[in-house]
């Protein structure tokens, strides 16, 4: 016979150990705050916008309006390799002094593109906005170069560089969304852990239990007595005795009620 939960169940179940729950979704949310604010190193993002133009008019052919979008689609995947090429990185490292690989390097660099459009962007992401910015503007320009000497073309034109009062604000971490996941984590694990405990406690609580699990029927109950009731029936009881020794010393004989 298949066992169902209803949700009166479960509500008793969840305020049986609404401290267990609170407890944990308080540290898991405590502990997202401790990372984000003391453990992550905030990161800040600077971007150009670079055009690809139509140089002269022998090149005009590939800008007809039936290959616009893939001309546009391959110059950006050819211009990304080429970004992304030590030939273009090297002389970045070497110009601003980082102490970095190219392979280093890239990972920092991030190219992005809009449809039906010959502007991309390329970003740089470093834990220093200036830094951000130096690196972007100077990857932009050997860029350029580069392309002009490789592919013999004059069609690349920075739109706008980047400059550090565009770049002043991190990007990450975000300090609402890892508190959001650190609640929704700290829920789902306190709640799997109170019906787990529950599920687990294999105690017989009321008669429904006993019938369920013993198979066996309930005669009677026996109810809980309170602290405040059992001190009431002791002091009832003791009054009861009192009232009925004085009858007796009269030589009477009464109950009292």
């Not at 453990?39 to 590939?62: F, G």
């Not at 689609?73 to 970004?83: A, E, G, K, W």
């Not at 592919?151 to 560089?161: C, F, G, R, W, Y």
């Not at 405990?197 to 009321?206: M, R």
């Amino acid at each position: 016979m298949e066992e169902t939960i209803s949700l009166k169940e479960i509500f008793q179940t969840l305020r049986k150990r609404i401290w267990l729950i609170a407890v944990i979704t308080f540290l898991a949310v405590a502990a997202s705050a401790i990372g984000t604010y003391f453990l992550m190193t905030p990161q800040y993002e600077a971007s150009t916008q670079i055009l690809v133009n139509q140089a002269d008019a022998k090149n005009a052919t590939i800008y007809s309006n039936t290959n616009t979008v893939q001309t546009n689609v391959q110059l950006v995947s050819t211009y990304s390799d080429i970004i992304n090429n030590p030939s273009v990185l090297n002389p970045v490292i070497n110009k601003l002094h980082l102490e970095l690989k190219p392979n280093q390097l890239k990972s920092m660099l991030s190219v992005g593109t809009s449809q039906n459009s010959q502007v991309f962007s390329l970003t740089a992401k470093t834990d220093s906005p200036s830094e951000a910015v130096r690196i972007v503007n100077q990857v932009a320009l050997a860029f350029k170069s580069r392309v002009q000497k490789v592919m013999n073309v004059d069609n690349v034109s920075i739109l706008s560089p980047a400059t550090i009062s565009a770049s002043s604000a991190p990007v990450s971490p975000k300090p609402m969304i890892n508190l959001a996941i650190g609640l929704v984590v700290g829920l789902m694990i306190s709640i799997g852990l109170a019906f787990l405990l529950d599920y687990l406690d294999s105690s017989i609580k009321t008669e429904e239990d006993i019938e369920k699990y013993l198979e066996l029927p309930v005669l009677g109950v026996v109810s809980e007595i309170k602290k405040h009731e059992a001190k009431n029936a002791r002091s009832t009881s003791r009054t009861h005795s009192r009232t009925r020794a004085k009858g007796f010393e009269g030589g009477g004989h009464f109950e009292a009620k």
